[in-house]
């Protein structure tokens, strides 16, 4: 008599590679210098509705003096409007994430749904879409990302619109490499053989096999996202009624706080967004490595 099947069986292999997963990732340091970042900044943008008064925000409001530098009173010293730097910076740390990762996820989803598709079917449909796919390749994205932000109505969901939907081309290529190489395993043949559709076999079989690789490539897709929402918003392209770290850099540059030497309203947005894209690629290079196992002797 076979003995019954195990039910922690898959459960614990899942378990037992994530587990190794993270004993791989936290033996690099600059992914947990990247992970602490991220999460502290994430807590923080969180909370600032809790912790800080958004009434300051307001113009109208604002009590301390235009371009004041660092005091006890305002840390960062204060912009033209007599606000509070440190206060900007972190609110505006919400938009640029909020922007950032609502971008990245939109152009993982065209992508993947695109690369799935063109690898899975083949034939003219893959034709068609890798040539609307080398299309995007080839037009500049940030351009074209400027284009749509000028056409379109002035607003956040209009800079995530054009972030996302000229961002996916490179993932798609990914997605539709990998598609090809799991759709040649044991596993696949047996599926297809058995009568498994198509619905059956990308949402079953291929899409989980994908998704890793899927995962890995959002973390480091945020991170392009951050810097287009900034550039489109230092280009007077985002949404006025919103605070971003690109925002902020616009404003000292129109209000004339670059030749009046105001630094402390310069450097904190400048920081965020260096140090913000520099923990997410840190995070998604680990992750790279934690999920593709090549990878882990050529980085040591």
């Not at 010293?77 to 972190?90: F, K, N, P």
């Not at 129109?254 to 402390?264: L, Y």
């Not at 260096?274 to 980085?299: D, H, K, Q």
Request: proline letters at 6%.
């Amino acid at each position: 008599m076979s003995a019954p099947p195990n039910p922690t069986g898959a459960a614990g292999r899942r378990l037992a590679a994530l587990a190794e997963g993270w004993r791989v990732y936290r033996a690099d340091r600059g992914g947990l210098f990247g992970l602490a970042v991220l999460s502290l900044v994430v807590v923080l943008a969180l909370l600032a509705p809790v912790l800080t008064p958004p009434a300051e925000l307001d113009v109208t409001r604002a009590g301390g003096a235009p371009l004041r530098p660092p005091s006890a009173e305002n840390w960062l010293g204060t912009d033209e409007s007599g606000r509070s730097v440190l206060l900007l910076t972190w609110w505006g740390a919400r938009m640029s994430l909020l922007v950032g990762l609502s971008a990245a996820v939109l152009s993982m989803l065209i992508g993947t749904v695109v690369g799935l598709v063109a690898a899975h079917f083949g034939g003219w449909v893959s034709t068609l879409l890798l040539r609307l796919t080398d299309f995007f390749l080839v037009l500049p994205a940030l351009v074209l990302a400027i284009a749509l932000s000028t056409v379109l109505s002035r607003g956040v969901l209009t800079i995530v619109l054009a972030i996302g939907v000229t961002s996916w081309p490179q993932t798609a290529r990914l997605v539709r490499a990998q598609t090809l190489t799991v759709e040649t395993r044991p596993y696949i043949e047996r599926a297809r053989a058995l009568g498994g559709g198509h619905r059956h076999l990308l949402g079953k079989h291929v899409l989980p096999a994908v998704l890793p690789l899927v995962f890995a490539t959002t973390t480091l897709t945020v991170a392009s996202a951050i810097i287009a929402e900034s550039t489109l918003s230092f280009l007077g392209l985002g949404d006025p009624a919103m605070i971003s770290w690109g925002s902020m850099l616009k404003s000292a540059m129109d209000t004339g706080a670059v030749t009046a030497g105001a630094w402390w309203y310069l450097l904190p947005p400048g920081l965020g967004i260096a140090v913000v894209v520099l923990s997410f690629t840190l995070c998604g290079r680990v992750l790279e490595t934690v999920l593709n196992p090549r990878l882990r002797g050529e980085r040591r």
